[in-house]
């Protein structure tokens, strides 16, 4: 057996941590390869070969907040490699086990005995201006926005193909259910059951009176592209990252220069989910009841 362990290795308690699980994996004779959280970013060179190597893997462990997790989420893609995440962060929405419980839960993990929480992802596709295409898959939410321009970007929304809307401000964000309670939560939009397949488009900061959140059929697709007098380029951000053009430098076309360097952005439910390990009964409106209404229980 072989496990991969992502760690936020800006956060000292960590480190503590992460050699109790190495001298458990030691101690069990399972194989283990390290990789920090900035190793999965979507910049970093070695995130596309750790990607295709997770199937190498029989179990991805995180150590961190929410962020770590959310990055080995997207290397784990459709592979249905397991992921258990240990929360050294602050909400710990996608938390496998508390710190207390580390070796235990990892234990029942390489045992077959933890829980297994299944939560959709989202396939995102991009298209470049200048032809060049990317896909990547995300566990919360893809947002295409002005970034840091000044003015406001004008978007065509379409969903299975037909023209829903032309939304003009800071952008629009496509999130799944699990993303429901992240940016998409801050832009105005529905809590939403994780384990519901569907996606859920929010308008970022609309210059309308008309703009509404829209929760799509787990078979729906988005689309999202600039409109024909947007007059800047637009900025894709998966789960907070950047998306940048493949191999660097200039994705818009030479010949014009107002040309956005992103043609387009297509988002659809992921054909497999992300199989979330949990050691301790998880309730979901338990959790924002307390997270986000403050009620103890």
Known sequence: ??????????????????????ERLDARHVDYQSASGEDLAL????????AAQIEEFELVCSFGGDGTTLRAA????????????????????????????????LDAALDGRAEVDQRPLAQVDVVFANGLELRQFTLNEVAISRGNFGRIVSLNLYINDILIDNICGDGVLVSTSTGSTA????????????????LVTVPISPHS?????????????????????????IVAFLDGEVLECPGGGFC????????????????????????????DEYDFYSHISETFFRNKA
């Open 1 to 22: 057996m072989s496990v991969l362990l992502v760690s936020n290795i800006t956060k000292p308690e960590v480190a503590v941590h992460l050699q109790r699980i190495q």
């Open 43 to 50: 910049a970093a060179p070695s995130s596309a070969r750790l």
């Open 74 to 105: 997207r290397a784990i893609g459709l592979s249905g490699v397991p992921l258990l995440s240990f929360n050294f962060g602050n909400v710990g929405f996608l938390s496998g086990a508390d710190q207390p419980q580390m070796l235990a839960a």
């Open 183 to 198: 940016y998409a939560l801050s832009a105005g939009g529905p809590l939403i059951y994780p384990g519901f397949g569907g």
């Open 209 to 233: 009176l008309k703009a509404w959140s829209i929760v799509t059929a787990p078979t729906d697709c988005v689309s999202i592209a600039p409109h024909s007098n947007n007059a800047q380029s």
């Open 252 to 279: 818009g076309l030479e010949d014009k220069p107002g040309e956005p360097e992103i043609a387009s952005v297509s988002v659809c439910p992921g054909t497999s989910p992300l199989n979330l390990l949990r050691y």
